[in-house]
T-cell receptor
Framework: NAGVTQTPKFQVLKTGQSMTLQCAQDMNHEYMSWYRQDPGMGLRLIHYSVGAGITDQGEVPNGYNVSRSTTEDFPLRLLSAAPSQTSVYFC??????????FGQGTRLTVV | AQKITQTQPGMFVQEKEAVTLDCTYDTSDQSYGLFWYKQPSSGEMIFLIYQGSYDEQNATEGRYSLNFQKARKSANLVISASQLGDSAMYFCAMRGFGATGRRALTFGSGTRLQVQP
């Protein structure tokens, strides 16, 4: 049971490039979400999904797109990377119960 | 809207002593859940404990307990018998289950705990 898998673990992008952060879970969880963590801060919600085909914006959605075509996968797309998007990104999944499972995180640097 | 406030940016505790990390919250949902996560220097998010808003008893998980005071909207984490391995960032979070609650977590800014030998 792999839990929540995020790839890549590290990434360096140039300003203006686009990329997709991958997130997959094998627990058949309905709810998935993306967060970003900036130095010295808590996690802030970017986008979330309550099931396949259903997504919604969180607190800081600008510059990011998501889609949820399957229960297992919830990729996060950076449309045109900016230095302000340098951060650590976490994906999480839950079955709307008492715990959210997190991936190991992706450390993204935009230069 | 939901909000989590952690007013202690950093805390020190002596090994083997107990420590309380403060958390207050605000929500308009009647039903909600409160969580604590530990983030060691390696960066992963480790689930520690959960308290439901309708749970009558405070949650406990080993050396962790959650001091839930609903009227005061507080959900403090108590770590008993601190160990050196408890040195980490600790985040309080909540999820609302009402009409305004997202099925995602709202986090506080965290408390960095350092356990001294």
């Amino acid at each position: 049971n792999a839990g929540v898998t995020q790839t890549p673990k590290f990434q360096v992008l140039k300003t203006g490039q686009s990329m997709t952060l991958q997130c997959a879970q094998d627990m058949n969880h309905e709810y998935m979400s993306w967060y970003r963590q900036d130095p010295g801060m808590g996690l802030r919600l970017i986008h979330y999904s309550v099931g396949a085909g259903i997504t919604d914006q969180g607190e800081v959605p600008n510059g990011y797109n998501v889609s949820r075509s399957t229960t297992e996968d919830f990729p996060l797309r950076l449309l045109s990377a900016a230095p302000s998007q340098t951060s650590v990104y976490f994906c999480a999944s839950s079955k709307d119960s008492t715990e959210a499972f997190f991936g190991q995180g992706t450390r993204l640097t935009v230069v | 809207a939901q909000k989590i406030t952690q007013t202690q940016p950093g805390m020190f505790v002596q090994e083997k002593e107990a420590v309380t990390l403060d958390c207050t919250y605000d929500t308009s949902d009647q039903s909600y859940g409160l969580f604590w996560y530990k983030q060691p220097s390696s960066g992963e998010m480790i689930f520690l404990i959960y308290q439901g808003s309708y749970d009558e008893q405070n949650a406990t998980e080993g050396r962790y307990s959650l001091n839930f005071q609903k009227a005061r909207k507080s959900a403090n984490l108590v770590i008993s018998a601190s160990q050196l391995g408890d040195s980490a960032m600790y985040f309080c979070a909540m999820r609302g289950f009402g009409a305004t609650g997202r099925r995602a977590l709202t986090f506080g800014s965290g408390t960095r705990l350092q356990v001294q030998p």
